[in-house]
């Protein structure tokens, strides 16, 4: 891979095929794509054209059958599942459909986990989980547990859980999709704001219509392949 | 680690009455196993008791020999020596002497050969049962120099009861001859062992020396220590210091040796219903955590994600374990020692069995020892965290996007 910083995904001729009961799926055949830092992007497309299985593959949570995968510089087939699961630690955030909060943690402890696990120290991590509980208008709510509070905040929960250790990309599963109109767009505002004061990348997996017309670029899959890959000019 | 801790022991109180249940079971096993060490050790006291206390005392001296042969001619070497030691002896409680010999027992109606034994009536009171189990009678309370004491099988068999004669014949020592005296029944007692009931007959030392001609020698030193502990010791140098000049001393454990065997098979059953228990405990403790991990899936799919290794996933789900255990003990402690505590005040009523030739003559009392706090729950403990290892391990492999199905 040529070394670019501005680069922060890269595949190349990525292909992911798997046996389900007997029959061999071709879930992905054969994605070139880059993506650069600070880009709010969506990928999108119908139900089994391959969205999931692309972003588990450059997120390292899944191994592709062929092609290569670099994040920033790293090329990931040729890191162990250790440095692995550092690498999303530290340089990746998720966001998940359903929340997807350790309901017996409360809004601070969900926050800092990734922190923890980071070796950040208790006054710094309270400090971060502080600031951004304000930024996402969350203030004084970090002892409520994920039960006690809506599907909306418990969103914006993940989204600080998500970016509080400031990682390069933000990956997002349908983000939007537990929510109600107001709140999505709320959400998608909040992010996009986001995106534009810290620089971080996001990359959505989406039907939703909302995130395709916030999207910087819509890249549309259809049977495991790049469709389409549209970019739009700067908001 | 210490927010792992927290962690699992919040996971571990998300579902309480599955917890509870798996924790009551866990913890039924554990103070199953306190309960029945208790049992054992109380068995095994009162056993040993029942053992040494009957007749044959807590160590034995006697002439080399004598117990495989039992020639009346073996006397203990160097008597006064051996009985002027041991009145110096701290750990010795009491002692007396008794003659040894087979004999034949006659009455008008029947014959029947027997042990007979020459004893000292006052110093046995505090080494044998004889006096506690007088059916009828009494205990060599009179003056009188033939005095016999026999049991109820044997005045069954020769159909006597107090006060009747029977003539004793016995073998001298040095000349071979033998020798008849009678004796009047004085004492019946029941010991509830058969060998005891019908095989014995009791008669004064002196008046058995002299039907011996033996003077005032005797076959066999029975002794009483101040802690039965200290009989148990196989190399007690007691033992080798009296065992010199032709004699030997020797422990209750060499002249029961079946009742020790016995004692041994009691701790094999106890290991053999440890490890039934355990396989219990293992199955209540893999269930439990596998379905915690398969109802959790899909959130050990996002901690692996969001950058936990697998081995926090495995360090998570041993602590899982770990936090199961300590409240399967804590209640296991609780049932055990509740339920010991009260058998131990109320007993368990085991009179008139008798085992590997033993009589229980006392109630049966658990006993609470340390060692039931200590090796039990720290066995738990630590056999919950080898068990987890397997869901850990499982939970530590997890495919992420597998877990993640259904959503990223």
Redesign the interface.
């Known amino acids: 891979m040529e070394n670019n910083s501005r680069k922060i995904i890269v595949t190349e001729n990525v292909k992911k095929y798997y046996k389900e009961e007997g029959i061999t799926v071709k879930a992905v055949r054969g994605i070139d794509l880059t993506i650069e830092a600070g880009e709010f992007s969506a990928v999108v497309g119908p139900s089994g054209s391959g969205k999931?299985?692309f972003?588990?593959i450059i997120?390292g949570?899944?191994t592709p059958t062929d092609g290569k995968v670099w994040l920033e510089d790293k090329l990931l087939s040729e890191m162990s599942?250790?440095d692995l699961?550092?690498l999303?630690?530290?340089r990746i955030?998720?966001i998940?459909?359903?929340y997807?909060l350790?309901?017996?943690?409360s809004v601070e402890?969900n926050i800092e986990?990734?922190m923890?696990?980071?070796g950040v120290s208790k006054q710094e991590r309270h400090r971060k989980v502080l600031e951004i509980l304000e930024e996402i208008g969350m203030e004084g709510m970090e002892k409520r547990t994920p039960p006690k509070i809506s599907g909306g905040q418990q969103q914006r929960v993940a989204i600080a859980?998500?970016m509080v250790s400031q990682p390069k990309l933000i990956?997002a599963?349908?983000p939007t999709a537990n929510l109600d109109q107001n709140t999505g767009a709320e959400l998608l505002d909040m992010m996009r704001e986001l995106n534009r004061k810290t620089g971080m990348t996001f990359l959505f997996?989406t039907h939703d219509r909302m995130v395709m017309d916030r999207a910087d670029r819509v890249i549309t899959l259809r049977d495991g392949k790049v469709e389409k890959d549209e970019r739009k000019g700067q908001n | 680690m210490w927010f792992d801790m927290k962690l699992a022991w919040r996971n571990i109180l998300r579902n309480k009455r599955r917890t509870l249940i798996a924790g009551i079971a866990i913890g039924v096993g554990l103070g199953a196993m306190i309960f029945t060490d208790a049992l054992m050790i109380g068995m095994k006291d009162n056993m040993i008791e029942s053992a040494t206390k009957s007749f044959l005392g807590e160590g034995q001296i006697h002439r080399q020999g004598f117990r495989l042969t039992q020639e009346v001619e073996k006397t203990i070497n160097n008597l006064d020596e051996i009985v002027s030691n041991l009145e110096k002896e701290k750990a010795v409680d009491r002692y007396a002497l008794r003659t040894v010999t087979f004999g034949m027992i006659t009455s008008p109606a029947n014959v029947s050969s027997v042990m007979v034994y020459g004893i000292q009536p006052r110093a046995e009171v505090y080494l044998s049962q004889i006096d506690d189990v007088i059916e009828s009678g009494n205990y060599f309370e009179g003056e009188e120099e033939r005095e016999i004491v026999i049991g109820s099988g044997l005045a069954e068999l020769l159909e006597v009861g107090l006060g009747d004669r029977t003539v004793i014949t016995v073998t001298q020592a040095q000349s071979g001859d033998l020798v008849q005296e009678m004796f009047r029944v004085s004492g019946i007692y029941h010991f509830n062992v058969k060998e005891m009931d019908t095989g014995m007959a009791f008669v004064r030392l002196s008046k058995a020396q002299q039907m011996l001609g033996i003077g005032k020698e005797g076959h066999e030193i029975v002794l009483k220590f101040q802690e039965i502990r200290f009989a148990t010791k196989k190399n007690n140098p007691f033992w080798s210091k009296y065992s010199g000049d032709q004699n030997e001393a020797v422990s209750w454990t060499v002249l029961l040796p079946q009742l020790e065997a016995i004692l041994g098979i009691f701790w094999i059953s106890l290991l053999v219903m440890g490890i039934i228990l355990f396989g219990i405990v293992a199955f209540g403790i893999v269930n439990t955590l596998f379905m915690s991990l398969y109802e959790r899936m899909f959130e050990f799919g996002v901690i692996r994600a969001i950058g936990t290794r697998p081995s926090g996933v495995r360090r998570l789900i041993l602590l899982e374990a770990g936090a199961l255990s300590v409240l399967s003990i804590t209640l296991g402690v609780l049932l055990g020692t509740v339920v010991t505590l009260i058998f131990a005040n109320v007993g368990i009523d085991y009179r008139g069995i008798e085992i590997a030739g033993t009589s229980i003559h006392e109630m049966l009392y658990p006993v609470i020892h340390i060692q039931q706090y200590v090796i039990y729950p720290v066995a738990v403990f630590f056999f919950t965290l080898f068990i987890g290892l397997y869901p850990a391990t499982v939970a530590s492999k997890i495919q992420i996007s597998r877990a993640l199905r259904k959503s990223l």
């Open positions: 999931t299985t972003l588990n997120s949570l899944d599942g250790k699961s550092d999303r630690r530290d955030g998720f998940f459909q359903a997807n350790i309901p017996v943690l402890e986990y990734v923890l696990l980071q859980r998500a990956l599963d349908e997996s």
